[in-house]
Structure formats: C-alpha cells, structure tokens
C-alpha cells in the first residue's frame, strides 16, 4: 500500500540509524512500547498480534487514533491507515539497509475537509511530528544498540 500523493498534505523524511534493520524493527514495530520513548504518544495499544488488518489504538499529543496495519514485510517494511478528528492517514515506514547501518523512511499522507481546510497548520504539524519521531527512534535504538557492545 501506498500514501496518497494527491492527499493535501503529504510529508516524507528519512534518518540514517546505526544498528541493524532488526533492532529497528523489534522497537518500532513495538506498539505499545510508544510512549516509552516518543513523548508524543500517552497512549498505545495493539490489539492481538502484529499482523495485516491488526487494529490498534493510540493517543499523540492528545488526539486518540485508530489506526489499521495494512502491509508488513518483517524488518523492511510497515504500512498503517488511520483515523482521527476528521481526518484520514496512511503511513508508510521502510528500513532500507546502508553500510553503516540503516536508513529509515517515512512517508505519510493526510486528507480531510478539516486538512484542506488548514493545509498549512497540518504540513507544518506534520513536518515536526515525523522529524521528532525519527530522532526519538534513533536515540532509543543506538542507545539500546551501543548498550550492547
């Protein structure tokens, strides 16, 4: 599945992380453990296994999302749609090996009569949304990473 590159606001960002795709993979796709390392998030829980069609349910920073896994591929690749105040998401995240590590992706569309409406308070909200949880995810994987060693 792919985001909607007609949606109104479409962002994508990518950070370069020193450890490997599975480390990545095993916090991130950790749904419940958010709001252990992303302050963004007060709130996370997924509903039975990590699979497709999965549901599961999230606060950031203060709005409740529902979210659906729609495409997962084990330490390359995760998908979601989502829901929240009106608005309609899909969120791609892709972990891309590189020499030092691993370069991770995220790509995320966001459409709504209330997006459109406001499309640059959305982009700028979203920009910094994503900037802060690609950091925050480089931090707790080199730091687990480096614990390690």
Do not use: Q, Y
């Not at 998030?41 to 203060?62: D, M």
């Not at 997006?115 to 979203?126: C, D, I, Q």
Request: net charge negative; glycine share 10%.
């Amino acid at each position: 599945m792919e985001i909607n590159t007609s949606a109104p606001v479409v962002v994508c960002k990518e950070i370069k992380i020193r450890a490997t795709a599975e480390e990545v993979w095993r916090i991130h796709t950790n749904i419940t453990g958010w709001k252990h390392w992303h302050p963004d998030v007060s709130e996370s829980k997924l509903e039975g296994e990590l699979a497709v069609g999965a549901v599961f349910n999230w606060k950031s920073r203060g709005t409740k999302i529902t979210s659906t896994i729609r495409e997962l591929e084990p330490n390359r690749r995760i998908v979601w749609s989502g829901k929240a105040g009106g608005a309609s998401a899909i969120h791609a995240w892709t972990i891309e090996p590189n020499g030092e590590g691993v370069v991770l992706k995220t790509e995320e569309s966001l459409e709504g009569m209330m997006v459109g409406l406001m499309k640059g308070g959305a982009l700028r909200k979203l920009e910094t949304s994503l900037e802060g949880w690609l950091i925050d995810l480089k931090n707790e994987v080199e730091m687990e990473s480096n614990g390690k060693n």
